[in-house]
């Protein structure tokens, strides 16, 4: 599905010149992700970061174009934990097309572990700020950014969301 089939007719911009302009930049199939990746981690839905990145995740999954991500990973394992929902049950829905609100509509009336506004974004502001505390998670961090020559010249990338940024990018073609 490219991005003009999944947006109402009204949201198109009023000249028509614009639109086609507009449209050769940004039409492509959002859910292909062997195109490019998924949304940040630290994009937030219902104020829950990881979320998108997983919602991206499972419908790439479901068309069979996720590439080189895997929905019900170790990170969206976190998200999925903190509400208590299995990523099945999660992906069920994802699978009957539901959207972003939908979906956390959803999450919310399902969770076994009803959050409230601040414990969400203590959840986020930790897995934001998320930096390896061991020896060798940090060995691990620094052998994913030095994966490439100039990866491993930063000196900014310090979390493990930055490494996920890092490696998204440069993974479709973006310079580092």
Same mark, same amino acid.
């Given at each position: 599905?490219?991005?003009?089939?999944?947006?109402?007719?009204?949201?198109?911009?009023?000249?028509?010149?614009?639109?086609?302009?507009?449209?050769?930049?940004?039409?492509?199939?959002?859910?292909?992700?062997?195109?490019?990746?998924?949304?940040?981690?630290?994009?937030?839905?219902?104020?829950?970061?990881? &979320? +998108?990145?997983?919602?991206?995740?499972?419908?790439?999954?479901?068309?069979?174009?996720?590439?080189?991500?895997?929905?019900?990973?170790?990170?969206?394992?976190?998200?999925?934990?903190?509400?208590?929902?299995e990523?099945?049950?999660?992906?069920?829905?994802?699978?009957?097309?539901?959207?972003?609100?939908?979906?956390?509509?959803?999450l919310?009336?399902?969770a076994?572990?009803?959050?409230?506004?601040?414990?969400?974004?203590?959840?986020?502001?930790?897995?934001?700020?998320?930096? +390896?505390?061991? +020896?060798?998670?940090?060995?691990? &961090?620094?052998?994913?950014?030095?994966?490439?020559?100039?990866?491993?010249?930063?000196?900014?990338?310090?979390?493990?969301?930055?490494?996920?940024? &890092?490696?998204?990018?440069?993974?479709?073609?973006?310079?580092?």
């Amino acid at each position: 599905m490219t991005f003009w089939q999944t947006i109402k007719p009204s949201c198109f911009l009023a000249e028509e010149g614009r639109r086609a302009s507009l449209a050769v930049h940004m039409a492509h199939d959002l859910y292909d992700l062997t195109q490019h990746p998924p949304r940040s981690p630290r994009v937030r839905l219902g104020g829950f970061v990881i &979320l +998108p990145r997983m919602i991206d995740k499972a419908r790439a999954t479901k068309i069979g174009k996720n590439g080189e991500y895997n929905y019900g990973c170790p990170l969206d394992a976190n998200v999925l934990d903190f509400l208590g929902v299995e990523a099945n049950a999660l992906k069920a829905q994802i699978d009957n097309g539901l959207g972003d609100g939908e979906l956390l509509a959803w999450l919310m009336a399902n969770a076994k572990k009803p959050r409230l506004g601040q414990e969400i974004a203590a959840f986020s502001a930790y897995h934001e700020q998320r930096a +390896p505390s061991s +020896p060798g998670s940090r060995a691990k &961090l620094s052998d994913y950014q030095s994966s490439t020559p100039a990866g491993a010249k930063r000196d900014d990338i310090t979390t493990w969301f930055d490494v996920l940024d &890092l490696d998204d990018h440069q993974s479709f073609g973006g310079k580092v």
